[in-house]
């Protein structure tokens, strides 16, 4: 068990707010764009969705201090899932519709923010795998993203959506 001091505390409850800002543009970015005037989310209306997913983050985080045998992702899963499933009807209904006014892209647009500073960070590293391991990351993104695309047209093609 790691103890938890009050920077540790601080540094990620400061994380977890910068991100939450971050989602919350990227969310009236998102919803002013799409033209489509009924999904439009101000930034009131997104705030109590932020704030659960806010907690759920805060608290996954100090419980993957207090229990390391645990991951940290495996907490704020656990916690989501049981705030948000169906069977809870003292939180569920209430988590489901807040958070589900927030758009997927604009809660990930962080976490990918975070990865690229993590990436530029480690840039001299990244730059003595040489040219092939450019080459490679660069065919292994193409073809995750395409991947995903191929796999994204068949189930909604399925599903008659598109």
Do not use: H, R
């Not at 068990?1 to 540094?11: F, G």
């Not at 919350?24 to 989310?41: A, Q, R, Y």
């Not at 207090?66 to 948000?84: D, E, F, Q, S």
Request: hydrophobic share 55%; charged share 10%.
């Amino acid at each position: 068990m790691q103890k938890i001091t009050k920077d540790t505390a601080v540094e990620y409850l400061l994380i977890i707010l910068i991100s939450a800002c971050i989602t919350m543009f990227g969310n009236c970015i998102n919803t002013i764009t799409d033209g489509n005037p009924d999904t439009f989310v101000s930034v009131l209306d997104g705030i109590p969705g932020l704030l659960i997913l806010a907690a759920i983050g805060y608290a996954g985080c100090i419980l993957g201090l207090v229990i390391p045998k645990i991951p940290t992702v495996i907490w704020i899963t656990l916690i989501g899932i049981l705030l948000a499933m169906p069977y809870n009807t003292i939180t569920g209904p209430f988590v489901a519709e807040q958070v589900g006014k927030l758009g997927l892209l604009s809660c990930a647009a962080p976490v990918l923010a975070y990865a690229g500073v993590s990436i530029g960070k480690d840039w001299i590293e990244f730059k003595k795998i040489g040219l092939k391991g450019i080459i490679v990351a660069i065919f292994v993104m193409i073809g995750t993203y395409l991947g995903s695309a191929l796999v994204a047209q068949l189930i909604l093609s399925m599903q008659g959506i598109i």
